[in-house]
């Protein structure tokens, strides 16, 4: 438990540090564009293959449990959009996120610390956690387009496997999902985002930056970062919903 307590502690001061003394304009700009290009970028093939068979999925498991023809077809497209908006999409995805580009922010700044190249930059003067924590943070800013395009791609798939699996007709599929629909769920699932991406950049990168040891410490570095971007997905996951839709 102090080990743990101890771990948070260390967590918070490497936020703190991350903006004191920031790296010039013209160093940390390339630093950014090639974490975009990394981490945003490079998800976005898993991401999208995921949600448009995931919707598709959902659409179908809906459809075969209607099993009362008192209950209308147009439910089928707006348990997807519900399902999709609200939790796959923000929150499922940010924990295969916490998978793809987790790990590659914990074993890329591990294998950094391992090879001394951490400690060369803090020999040159250089504020090594900004240097590395904060264009990921920056890029991470742009994670809500990837939630909405797995957002969309979601619904696609659903609309998708509910026509041309004969469950619905596109008219039903349309008219369910703009049945009853909430706009505040859109601004609920993009504060999930914004939350967990902040905790996608920084939490791999705190067990990247501390670890110690050789080349299989990373790897299981890169687990443990994984594991604890999961646990607290899911608790904030529980505190943003009870706060923002109770």
């Not at 307590?5 to 630093?31: A, D, S």
């Not at 619905?168 to 985002?193: N, W």
Request: with cysteine; glycine share 8%.
């Amino acid at each position: 438990m102090i080990k743990i307590l101890t771990q948070i502690g260390r967590y918070f001061l490497m936020l703190i540090e991350v903006f004191y003394k920031p790296t010039k304009w013209k160093v940390m700009r390339p630093l950014i564009f090639k974490e975009i290009d990394d981490l945003i970028i490079g998800s976005m093939g898993i991401v999208s293959f995921i949600s448009f068979f995931i919707g598709g999925v959902v659409a179908i498991q809906t459809a075969l449990n209607l099993t009362s023809p008192l209950i209308p077809n147009s439910l089928i497209a707006f348990a997807t959009r519900q399902s999709v908006i609200l939790e796959f999409s923000p929150t499922f995805i940010s924990i295969i996120m916490a998978g793809r580009a987790g790990s590659y922010i914990t074993s890329s700044i591990g294998t950094m610390r391992v090879t001394e190249q951490i400690d060369a930059l803090e020999v040159m003067g250089v504020n090594s956690i900004n240097y590395l924590v904060f264009p990921k943070i920056i890029a991470f800013l742009l994670y809500p387009f990837v939630i909405s395009v797995s957002i969309f791609l979601g619904i696609v798939g659903g609309w998708l496997a509910g026509v041309f699996g004969g469950f619905i007709s596109s008219e039903e599929f349309l008219d369910g999902i703009q049945r009853d629909f909430i706009p505040f769920h859109i601004g609920y699932a993009f504060i999930k985002t914004f939350i967990f991406g902040f905790i996608l950049a920084t939490i791999p990168s705190f067990h990247g930056f501390y670890m110690k040891g050789g080349a299989l410490e990373v790897g299981k570095a890169s687990t443990v970062s994984f594991v604890w971007c999961c646990v607290v997905i899911i608790l904030l996951d529980y505190i943003i919903t009870q706060l923002l839709l109770s």
